[in-house]
Nanobody
Framework: VQLQASGGGLVQAGGSLRLSCAAS????????MGWYRQAPGKQRELVAA???????RYADSVKGRFTISRDNAKNMVYLQMNRLKPEDTSVYYC??????????WGQGTLVTVSS
């Protein structure tokens, strides 16, 4: 499985961005997909995840502002980020977890929120 993330950029506080992640390869083995983020000097943290069945979970800090969605037919996962805050500034990483528990990472995409 290979993952290609896109959609990062610079946005003002209160604005919106949508991240996309395309999966290719042995996609039949994918169960959960989602996004982590890592800010400078901080640990990587889970932002949002979605299973193949559509169950979702979010970090408390993004609940009500971010929405994760998945298009299984296109092998895509999206992260719609609204009401962005400066503290959302991070490198965002797409990931996929296979049915046997292997985690694959995409390259990071930088999100910068200016105040």
């Amino acid at each position: 499985v290979q993952l290609q993330a896109s959609g990062g950029g610079l946005v003002q506080a209160g604005g919106s961005l949508r991240l996309s992640c395309a999966a290719s390869g042995s996609i039949f083995s994918i169960n959960a997909m989602g996004w982590y983020r890592q800010a400078p000097g901080k640990q990587r943290e889970l932002v949002a995840a979605i299973t193949s069945g559509g169950s979702t979970r979010y970090a408390d800090s993004v609940k009500g502002r971010f929405t994760i969605s998945r298009d299984n037919a296109k092998n895509m996962v999206y992260l719609q980020m609204n009401r962005l805050k400066p503290e959302d500034t991070s490198v965002y990483y797409c990931y996929a977890q296979t049915v046997v528990g292997v985690v694959i990472w995409g390259q990071g995409t930088l999100v910068t929120v200016s105040s």
